[in-house]
C-alpha cells in the first residue's frame, strides 16, 4: 500500500490541525494505522494507532486528550485531529500501515519497526 500524507502547517500554540493519510493499492481495510513524529536530532516517536476496524486505538500520554485518531477505510484514509498543540508538537508527521493479528496489536502498536509502509511525511511546526 502507499500512503500519502498531508496537512501540515505551521500553526501557533493552542490551534488544532488535522493531518491525512491516504492509502492506495492494497485494501487499506486490511491494515492496522498508526501516526509517529520525528523532530531533527531526536528519535521517533509514536504518536497514535488504530485497528483495521477502528473499533480501537491507542494514544502516547503526551498527546492523550489532545489528539484523535480515526479513519474511513471508505475512503481509504486514516486521519490525526490535534487541538491545543503545543511547540512540543512540533515534528514531521509521519502515518505507517501495518498488518497485525489483534493479539499481536496490542503488543507491537507502537513499535515503529512493526510497520511495513511508510508515509513521505508533512510537517508541523507550533510556533510559541
Known amino acids: 500500500v502507499q500512503l500519502q500524507a498531508s496537512g501540515g502547517g505551521l500553526v501557533q500554540t493552542g490551534d488544532s490541525l488535522r493531518l491525512s493519510c491516504k492509502g492506495s493499492?492494497?485494501?487499506?481495510?486490511?491494515?492496522?494505522m498508526a501516526w509517529f513524529r520525528q523532530d531533527p536530532g531526536k528519535e521517533r516517536e509514536f504518536v497514535a494507532a488504530?485497528?483495521?476496524?477502528?473499533?480501537?486505538?491507542y494514544y502516547t500520554d503526551s498527546v492523550k486528550g489532545r489528539f484523535t485518531i480515526s479513519r474511513e477505510n471508505a475512503k481509504s484514509t486514516v486521519y490525526l485531529q490535534m487541538s491545543n498543540l503545543k511547540p512540543e508538537d512540533t515534528a514531521v508527521y509521519y502515518c505507517?500501515?501495518?498488518?497485525?493479528?489483534?493479539?499481536?496489536?496490542?503488543?507491537?502498536?507502537?513499535?515503529?519497526?512493526?510497520?511495513?509502509?511508510w508515509g513521505q511525511g508533512t510537517q508541523v511546526t507550533v510556533s510559541s
Open positions: 505507517a500501515a501495518g498488518a497485525f493479528i489483534r493479539s499481536v496489536w496490542w503488543e507491537s502498536r507502537a513499535d515503529g519497526s512493526k510497520y511495513n509502509y
Open positions: 493499492g492494497r485494501s487499506f481495510s486490511n491494515y492496522d
Open positions: 488504530i485497528v483495521k476496524t477502528g473499533s480501537a486505538t
